[in-house]
């Protein structure tokens, strides 16, 4: 079966720190893997998605960037956070062309102080 | 692009009441899904919605696709405490490497 592993869990750094989350997924080839950031416990923020080793596309103009180095790896990255980067980031994944919806990862919590 | 509107934002309710929330959107999905995100937690999939007018159940979860493909409701029968969380409605459409749309959620609160 396939398993997303996301992690840490909770992650606190101070202002102008860099940052490096990482998510792999098992038990699937080819995935497309997804970056968001959530908020105050609210809405779903796309970040990157990608779909395919190399490349990443960028939903929003911000602090951070995305890499895919292997297949079912996805790294979120920053060279110096922003208080403003504090939140929620969730990894996803979902099968290629196909309408099967997302599997999530459990989250890291980051503050940024 | 495409936006789902999501209702209500927010429900404090009685433990045993129903509950029903929805999404519409301006633009057509092939896949409504719904969400559930515990506290501090990743959502989770409940009901996967694939034909318009499909209704589909999961325990006390009633999900329905609708007809014209631009709504979807959610109703929890009665409710109990765990089923606290935030509630997203996705659509998914074959388009754009299948990316979904999701609502800005509906945050449950269940009073024991």
Redesign the interface.
């Known amino acids: 079966s396939q398993t997303i592993h996301?992690w840490p869990a909770t992650l606190v750094q101070p202002v102008g720190s860099p940052l490096s989350l990482e998510c792999t997924v098992e038990g699937t080839s080819n995935p497309?893997l997804y970056w968001y950031r959530q908020a105050a416990?609210?809405?779903?923020q796309?970040l990157f998605?990608s779909?395919g080793i190399g490349q990443i596309s960028s939903e929003v103009p911000q602090n951070l960037s995305a890499s895919r180095p292997q297949d079912r790896q996805f790294i979120l990255s920053s060279k110096k956070l922003l208080l403003s980067d504090s939140g929620f980031y969730?990894c996803?994944w979902?099968v290629?062309?196909?309408?099967?919806?997302?599997?999530?990862?459990?989250?890291t919590?980051l503050t940024v102080v | 692009g495409q936006q789902l509107n999501q209702s209500p934002q927010s429900m404090f309710i009685q433990e045993g009441e129903d509950v029903s929330m929805n999404c519409t959107s301006s633009s057509i999905f092939n896949t409504w899904l719904w969400y559930k995100q515990d506290p501090g937690e990743g959502p989770v999939l409940l009901i996967a919605l694939y034909k318009a007018g499909e209704l589909t159940s999961n325990g006390r979860l009633t999900a329905q696709f609708g007809i014209t493909r631009k709504d979807s409701f959610l109703n929890i029968s009665a409710s109990i405490p765990s089923d606290v969380g935030i509630y997203f409605c996705a659509g998914q459409s074959g388009g754009s490497n299948y990316k979904l749309t999701f609502g800005k959620g509906t945050l449950l609160t269940v009073n024991p």
């Open positions: 996301q497309n416990g609210r809405g779903l796309l998605y779909v969730l996803a979902s290629a062309n196909r309408n099967y919806g997302y599997t999530f990862g459990s989250g919590r």
